[in-house]
């Protein structure tokens, strides 16, 4: 199965044993593609009777290629509740809350995930009610221009946030052709205009939502062969039509690029530093080794953390974050700095610690140390159907297909 390989290469890059591949994962599991495309992902497991239920779908902010159309792929994260002939919003709901079947759904640069957990006796109903959403969502224009009023809204929510607008920011100037440029959300001038764009969504929809860019990932106290014809019996029949976009390739980056951002409130000053970094590749070793450098420069065992944080007090947040993404992505790393004066002390300080470990390794003993914690990390997410699920979801969609 390619997602417990992905898994097993990169504890093994990790831990550096071809020992432990044979433990990584474990559980059963099954891995099917249907002849319409659609990949289906099976893994039985001790759950009390629960099942997690992912829909990951291979449309994120980064398909959206289209000038003037970006955020779609979030929109449609509100959209797909909308309901369909068959089962109407409120029966929708009103079913799943019969169950106490716990849904919600989510997007990435690269996916939409829509996950439930419920209860295995209800597995049948929850897979005709998403089978028929995903082939058969139909939404009026004024639903379609009332949500996208909600989602207009959601978005002046979040620039309320520091945070939302730094990384907004931060991808706007990072990038200057591919869609990493803008958030999930979207640029605010195209969320704005999305109420005049229904026949586009439809389009949308029927592009992106297709068996051959979906997958369908089932973790929990489930029978493999009964699920299977569970899937073949709603799914079977949906058509397949994915056609790939064209996603513009970012040209080299040639200088440093910089960049302010005012806030109208009250927040802590927050930096940012990010660079082009690899897409997500298990295998290679840089890669790899940039999810070791999160811990061994910026986690809170590191140096620079006890330097900046409880030594000198001048940082009250320090963090790095390598992505897993399709596309090369920013491997980013934050600081909120108590004053403003300490910003380019701060700055420095992560450039040194930087430079310090291209020039000087670190030691064996404390690599050892950050392998087995990132080990132990991986494998504790591995203890629940709905953790298990959500720890896969993007690996699935970045690298599953």
């Known amino acids: 199965m390619?997602?417990?390989?992905?898994i097993a290469t990169m504890l093994t890059t990790l831990v550096g044993s071809q020992a432990i591949e044979s433990r990584v994962f474990p559980y059963q599991y099954r891995e099917v593609v249907l002849p319409n495309g659609l990949q289906v992902i099976l893994i039985p497991m001790?759950?009390?009777?629960?099942?997690?239920?992912?829909?990951?779908?291979?449309?994120?902010?980064r398909d959206e290629v289209e000038p003037g159309k970006s955020g779609f792929a979030h929109f449609f994260e509100h959209m797909m509740f909308r309901g369909t002939k068959k089962y109407p919003q409120n029966e929708y709901n009103r079913l799943m809350t019969r169950i106490g079947a716990k849904a919600n759904a989510f997007t990435t640069d690269d996916l939409t995930a829509y996950h439930q957990t419920f209860a295995a006796e209800d597995l049948e109903l929850v897979m005709e009610l998403e089978s028929d959403r995903f082939q058969n969502l139909q939404?009026?224009?004024q639903a379609f221009q009332t949500e996208a009023g909600a989602v207009h809204g959601e978005y002046r929510k979040s620039v309320t946030q520091p945070f939302f607008l730094l990384f907004e920011k931060?991808?706007?100037?990072?990038?200057?052709?591919?869609?990493?440029?803008?958030?999930?959300?979207?640029?605010?001038?195209?969320?704005?205009?999305?109420?005049?764009?229904?026949?586009?969504?439809?389009?949308?929809?029927?592009r992106f939502y297709r068996p051959d860019n979906t997958a369908l990932l089932l973790v929990g106290d489930i029978d493999p062969d009964a699920t299977l014809k569970l899937i073949e019996k709603y799914y079977g029949n949906w058509q397949r039509g994915y056609a790939p976009p064209q996603v513009p390739t970012e040209p080299p980056q040639t200088a440093e690029r910089t960049a302010e951002v005012a806030y109208p409130g009250k927040t802590l000053?927050?930096?940012?530093?990010?660079?082009?970094?690899d897409a997500f590749d298990p295998a290679n070793g840089d890669y790899v080794a940039a999810l070791l450098l999160e811990e061994l420069a910026f986690g809170t065992a590191s140096p620079l953390y006890r330097k900046l944080i409880i030594q000198e007090q001048k940082v009250e947040m320090l963090a790095a974050h390598v992505p897993i993404n399709r596309d090369p992505p920013l491997y980013t790393i934050v600081a909120m700095v108590k004053r403003a004066e300490d910003v380019s002390y701060?700055?420095?300080?992560?450039?040194?610690?930087l430079e310090q470990l291209q020039r000087h390794p670190p030691e064996a003993a404390r690599l050892r140390d950050v392998k087995r914690r990132w080990r132990y990390s991986l494998l504790m997410e591995l203890d629940a159907p709905d953790?298990?699920?959500?720890s896969l979801a993007r690996i699935i969609a970045v690298g599953g297909g």
């Open 2 to 6: 390619y997602v417990t390989m992905v």
């Open 46 to 61: 001790p759950s009390q009777g629960l099942v997690s239920f992912y829909t990951i779908v291979r449309v994120g902010s």
């Open 139 to 141: 939404y009026s224009v």
């Open 170 to 206: 931060l991808q706007d100037t990072a990038f200057d052709r591919h869609t990493y440029k803008h958030t999930t959300m979207g640029f605010e001038a195209d969320i704005k205009a999305m109420p005049h764009a229904y026949q586009f969504s439809l389009e949308f929809f029927k």
């Open 269 to 277: 000053p927050i930096l940012a530093i990010a660079y082009k970094g």
């Open 346 to 353: 701060v700055r420095d300080e992560i450039y040194r610690t």
């Open 387 to 390: 953790k298990v699920a959500g």
